[in-house]
């Protein structure tokens, strides 16, 4: 661990032909955290290293790194740099880890978003799935899809039927390019589980959502 930083966590980790990248948080004396990408041989030998930080104060946590079909990495995390609330936070570099570039975005509403998974999609397209702080205030499915210039492409936010907190935890893509989605969403007095599928350009093909009642209604016990 470099000077001056006292714990590190390693939330992540890809493989590509350029080697294996991990992504991980690094706490600095004063509390706030960095984003650290390592790239490795497959014989374990440390050939890069990138540490980013948009502050001395501010955290910058990963989540999710991933790769590209040209080897180019990407890190998807969380900053407080801007507003003191965490927004998303892209990376993306080059696969000897120097920075290309670094995208930042928020939901409409103060407060915390929450970055969830970033993949690549067949096509070369950047997908990131989070939770995202609307008007009037709870969180949303937030799902996005970039070009790998963090261009936006399609944008696409889903407030269940209960208009509460609706936080999606996983993302999945098909051959085609349709985007499944899937977490808990708020209904009538409950949380239910909803999951989604989109298609590439942000139509949503169905949504399916599942009560904790319906699930009791047609459960089967199975046991060890």
Not at 62 to 76: E, I, K, N
Not at 161 to 185: E, L, M, Q
Not at 187 to 213: C, E, F, I, M, P
């Amino acid at each position: 661990m470099p000077p001056g930083y006292n714990q590190s966590i390693g939330n992540s980790v890809t493989v590509s032909a350029g080697g294996v990248y991990s992504a991980a948080m690094m706490r600095r004396a004063n509390g706030s955290y960095v984003t650290a990408v390592l790239r490795y041989d497959f014989a374990g030998n440390l050939l890069n290293t990138a540490i980013f930080s948009k502050t001395p104060q501010s955290s910058e946590v990963p989540v999710t790194v991933c790769t590209d079909s040209s080897g180019a990495v990407y890190v998807l995390g969380r900053t407080n740099a801007i507003s003191g609330s965490d927004d998303i936070l892209m990376l993306k570099y080059d696969q000897s880890l120097n920075l290309k570039w670094q995208n930042t975005f928020s939901g409409t509403a103060v407060g915390n978003d929450v970055p969830v998974q970033m993949m690549i999609s067949k096509d070369n397209k950047i997908v990131v799935c989070a939770g995202m702080r609307n008007l009037p205030g709870g969180l949303d499915y937030g799902l996005y899809r970039f070009d790998t210039n963090a261009s936006v492409i399609m944008i696409y936010n889903y407030n269940g039927t209960g208009n509460g907190n609706d936080s999606a935890t996983n993302i999945r893509i098909s051959v085609d390019t349709s985007i499944f989605i899937t977490g808990k969403s708020f209904g009538t007095s409950t949380y239910d589980y909803a999951t989604l599928r989109y298609s590439s350009a942000g139509v949503q093909n169905w949504a399916k959502t599942v009560s904790y009642t319906h699930l009791r209604a047609h459960e089967t016990d199975s046991y060890l």
